[in-house]
């Protein structure tokens, strides 16, 4: 079983930027995939970012060149680095985990995740 607690959700202006955390405990594997998966009111779950145990990244186009995903493997934590917010990234923020290796056409693909966090919100004015 793997645990994972987000936190650095908050309010920021439309350009701002905040910092997502996702700190893991429990069985967690050297051969894993790791996303951030959010979910606005009224609309679908959305693949935002993945990374994979190699450290391969795969982005939405929606956030390419704004956010990046990436892991402290030491300290068992996943980040998001949100950069020039915009309001319709205003969500529920969750991290996930798969404790295999998903294929790049899939890793934003909220169904393969097998472990979730209880989400941190994201608010954009």
């Known amino acids: 079983h793997v645990q994972l607690v987000e936190s650095g959700g908050g309010s920021v202006q439309e350009g701002g930027s905040l910092r997502l955390s996702c700190a893991a405990s429990?069985?967690?594997?050297?051969?894993?995939?790791m996303g951030w998966i959010r979910q606005a009111p009224g609309k679908e779950r959305e693949g935002v970012a993945a990374?994979?145990?190699?450290?391969?990244?795969k982005y939405a186009d929606s956030v390419k060149g704004r956010f990046t995903i990436s892991k402290d493997n030491a300290e068992n934590t996943l980040y998001l680095q949100m950069n020039s917010l915009a309001s319709e990234d205003t969500a529920m923020y969750y991290c996930?985990?798969?404790?295999?290796?998903?294929?790049?056409?899939?890793?934003?693909?909220?169904?393969?995740?097998?472990?979730w966090g209880q989400g941190t919100q994201v608010t954009v004015s």
């Open positions: 996930a985990y798969a404790s295999f290796t998903i294929s790049p056409r899939a890793q934003l693909v909220s169904h393969w995740y097998s472990y």
């Open positions: 429990g069985d967690t594997g050297s051969t894993h995939c």
């Open positions: 990374i994979d145990s190699d450290g391969d990244t």
